[in-house]
Nanobody, 116 residues
């Protein structure tokens, strides 16, 4: 099983930046992809960015050019650098890891609020 702990959320003004971190533990050897989803009030959870074990990245169109996902394999940590934040980026951000051992794993979520 994979455990995920997020950190780095908070309140920021529009145009500002935040960096989210997600530390993975447990069966990290089984992770095939890891990344971030978000859920705004009244909306469905959506994929924000993912990175595979091979290093391929994927972003939702609305964050391309503003967000960047990266990982530190030695620390079993994935990061989401968020620049040029907009009020519509306000959401709870969840770390996600897909594991060949036990399927989908989720963190507890961290709130990101962007004020206009």
């Amino acid at each position: 099983q994979v455990q995920l702990v997020e950190s780095g959320g908070g309140l920021v003004q529009a145009g500002g930046s935040l960096r989210l971190s997600c530390a993975a533990s447990g069966s990290t050897f089984s992770i095939t992809a890891i990344g971030w989803y978000r859920q705004a009030p009244g909306k469905q959870r959506e994929l924000v960015a993912t990175i595979t074990s091979g290093g391929s990245t994927n972003y939702v169109e609305s964050v391309k050019g503003r967000f960047s996902i990266s990982r530190d394999n030695a620390k079993n940590t994935v990061y989401l650098q968020m620049n040029s934040l907009k009020p519509e980026d306000t959401a709870v951000y969840y770390c996600y890891a897909r594991s060949w051992e036990n399927g989908n794993n989720w963190g507890q979520g961290t709130q990101v609020t962007v004020s206009s």
